[in-house]
């Protein structure tokens, strides 16, 4: 009986020290993914040769069009064929106005050459502007059929 006991007590001290360190070490902080602000953003497929169309409809949104001048240097970023595929590359911080107001429309793209040049536009900036944009791409996708 002495034996068991004595058993008995070696076992919650363990149990006890076992607690202790999982109650000390065991909790890691875990990231929140939302505890940072991430912006919201949408996207839109397009094929290289269709770069300015593609510009041209997202430029609906906007008060006046995006510039030529813009377009032709994404494009001229995105034709590269240096540029790494699957890579979402910055291209560049374009000044827009969108309902009466001066903003920063953010523009990155992902390229894929395995069938052509295919390129995956990500746009992102003020909320208001994101879902304009996305709206209006939505809705072309729509008259497609897609």
Known sequence: MKHLFGFLLFLVT???GVAITAGT??????????E????????????????????KLISEVFDEPISAKDV???YLLVS??????A????????????????????????VDREDGTYIVFYFSGDEEMVF????????????LGI
């Open 14 to 16: 363990l149990a006890g």
């Open 25 to 34: 070490f065991g909790e890691e902080p875990v990231a929140d993914a939302y």
């Open 36 to 55: 940072d602000d991430i912006p919201l953003a949408t996207s839109i497929d397009a094929e290289l040769e269709d770069v300015p169309e593609t510009f």
């Open 72 to 74: 032709k240097r994404i």
């Open 80 to 85: 590269n064929p240096d540029l790494d595929e």
């Open 87 to 110: 890579t979402v590359h910055p291209l560049g911080e374009l000044e827009v106005t969108y309902d009466g107001q001066p903003t920063t429309l953010i523009v990155e793209a992902e």
């Open 132 to 143: 304009a944009i996305d709206d209006r791409i939505t809705a072309y996708y729509e008259e």
